[in-house]
Antibody
Framework: EVQLVQSGAEVKKPGESLKISCKGS????????IGWVRQMPGKGLEWMGI????????RYSPSFQGQVTISADKSISTAYLQWSSLKASDTAMYYC????????WGQGTMVTVSS | EIVLTQSPGTLSLSPGERATLSCRAS???????LAWYQQKPGQAPRLLIYGASSRATGIPDRFSGSGSGTDFTLTISRLEPEDFAVYYCQQYGSSPFTFGPGTKVDIK
């Protein structure tokens, strides 16, 4: 079965760092782009960026450039989204999705940032 | 950056009725790389349509997509109870691959 499995929910304080993960299985991980999408509580979908695990070619939305880092470790079929200093406004559900058109989605990782 | 506008914001219909959702882009979408997703509360989005008109795997044929350039449409021929949800369009022809704000289809 083709699937993306994301890491569990996180509760963090402002200023802390965080790295969440998205593990692909059932397909050739290096052959498909992996994107990240933010959904703030009660709001719509926001495209953050995308990475091609084979060569780590990465594109960011201008809205998220410099705010997050997208990476991948092809040896363990896992993509990552990380923050160096979280803000309360980073509280959201984060999804990973395969391919530019999102044919397979992870279950989502809820990140809560609160003092 | 391509801005997508979806209309209407909310569509109130009854089961069995036809739903027509619109997605308009601020500039032409390269090669009709336009996708439609369905999202239900508490769930991840699900791909319905890609390439403007191709149904994703396992999607019923009551869902159809059309359009090119800057104007795209998702049609649900006869609404089933499970179709009441929020629908998003996304262009993936030029980075950043933006989403529209969504159309909520609710029960009249």
């Amino acid at each position: 079965e083709v699937q993306l499995v994301q890491s569990g929910a996180e509760v963090k304080k402002p200023g802390e760092s965080l790295k969440i993960s998205c593990k692909g299985s059932g397909y050739s991980f290096t052959s498909y782009w992996i994107g990240w999408v933010r959904q703030m509580p009660g709001k719509g979908l926001e495209w953050m960026g995308i990475i091609y695990p084979s060569d780590s070619d990465t594109r960011y939305s201008p809205s998220f450039q410099g705010q997050v880092t997208i990476s991948a470790d092809k040896s363990i079929s896992t993509a990552y989204l990380q923050w160096s200093s979280l803000k309360a406004s980073d509280t959201a559900m984060y999804y990973c999705a395969r391919q530019k058109q999102g044919d397979i989605w992870g279950q989502g990782t809820m990140v809560t940032v609160s003092s | 950056e391509i801005v997508l506008t979806q209309s209407p914001g909310t569509l109130s219909l009854s089961p069995g009725e036809r739903a027509t959702l619109s997605c308009r882009a601020s500039q032409s979408v390269y090669s009709s790389f336009l996708a439609w997703y369905q999202q239900k509360p508490g769930q991840a989005p699900r791909l319905l349509i890609y390439g403007a008109s191709s149904r994703a795997t396992g999607i019923p044929d009551r869902f159809s997509g059309s359009g090119s350039g800057t104007d795209f449409t998702l049609t649900i021929s006869r609404l089933e109870p499970e179709d009441f949800a929020v629908y998003y369009c996304q262009q993936y022809g030029s980075s950043p691959f933006t989403f529209g704000p969504g159309t909520k289809v609710d029960i009249k």
